[in-house]
Antibody
Framework: QVQLVQSGAEVKTPGASVRVSCRASGYTFTDHSIHWLRQAPGQGPEWMGWINPKSGGTNYALKYLGRVTMTRDTSISTTYMQLNRLRSDDTAVYYC??????????????????WGQGTLVTVSS | DIQMTQFPSSLSASVGDRVTITCRASQSINTFLNWYQQKPGKAPKLLIYAASTLQSGVPSTFSGSGSGTDFTLTISSLQPEDFATYYCQQSYSTSRTFGPGTKVHIK
């Protein structure tokens, strides 16, 4: 079954770090980049960055530079997102999503065709 | 970042109605535009990519159009399972951004 399965909910205090995992199954793990997004209550999803599982290369949103790290373990088809120096406004549901793309004249249009179930991270003192 | 706006922010409709949701980008994004549906407590689900291509398995009652800065998602005949929140998302820039969403309520 093609799916992304994320780790369970986390409760953290301000200043702590959190690591969320995302295990892929049912497809070749190294064929598709994995993106991480988050969604605060009542808001739309917010993109955080991506990791290329084959090369390990990453690209982070400017907002999270210096605070987020995305890694992968190809032996278990799993990517990780670690967010440091947590604040109360980091409380959100965190998602991983698989990237696919189509080639058009102007480049590659990518989209997220497969999502994890989401991981609620609560930051509270 | 490219800003995405959607309107209306919410709408009420009945089963069988035709519904149109509009998405606007702060700059031209060609057809680098995707649509997602999200139900409470669930992850977003891809409906349409590249502005008008229907994702496999998505009912043909959904369609998308537009290019440049203005896009629309149309549901030709609203079904009970279509009551949800809909988001547009641009993939033109490296920093992907989503619209604020349009919530479709039952009238």
């Amino acid at each position: 079954q093609v799916q992304l399965v994320q780790s369970g909910a986390e409760v953290k205090t301000p200043g702590a770090s959190v690591r969320v995992s995302c295990r892929a199954s049912g497809y070749t793990f190294t064929d598709h980049s994995i993106h991480w997004l988050r969604q605060a209550p009542g808001q739309g999803p917010e993109w955080m960055g991506w990791i290329n599982p084959k090369s390990g290369g990453t690209n982070y949103a400017l907002k999270y530079l210096g605070r987020v790290t995305m890694t992968r373990d190809t032996s278990i088809s799993t990517t990780y997102m670690q967010l440091n120096r947590l604040r109360s406004d980091d409380t959100a549901v965190y998602y991983c999503a698989r990237e696919r793309g189509i080639t058009v004249v102007r480049g590659i249009i990518d989209y997220f065709d497969l999502w994890g179930q989401g991981t609620l991270v609560t930051v509270s003192s | 970042d490219i800003q995405m706006t959607q309107f209306p922010s919410s709408l009420s409709a009945s089963v069988g109605d035709r519904v149109t949701i509009t998405c606007r980008a702060s700059q031209s994004i060609n057809t680098f535009l995707n649509w997602y549906q999200q139900k409470p407590g669930k992850a977003p689900k891809l409906l349409i990519y590249a502005a008008s291509t229907l994702q496999s398995g998505v009912p043909s009652t959904f369609s998308g159009s537009g290019s440049g800065t203005d896009f629309t998602l149309t549901i030709s005949s609203l079904q009970p399972e279509d009551f949800a929140t809909y988001y547009c998302q641009q993939s033109y820039s490296t920093s992907r951004t989503f619209g604020p969403g349009t919530k479709v309520h039952i009238k």
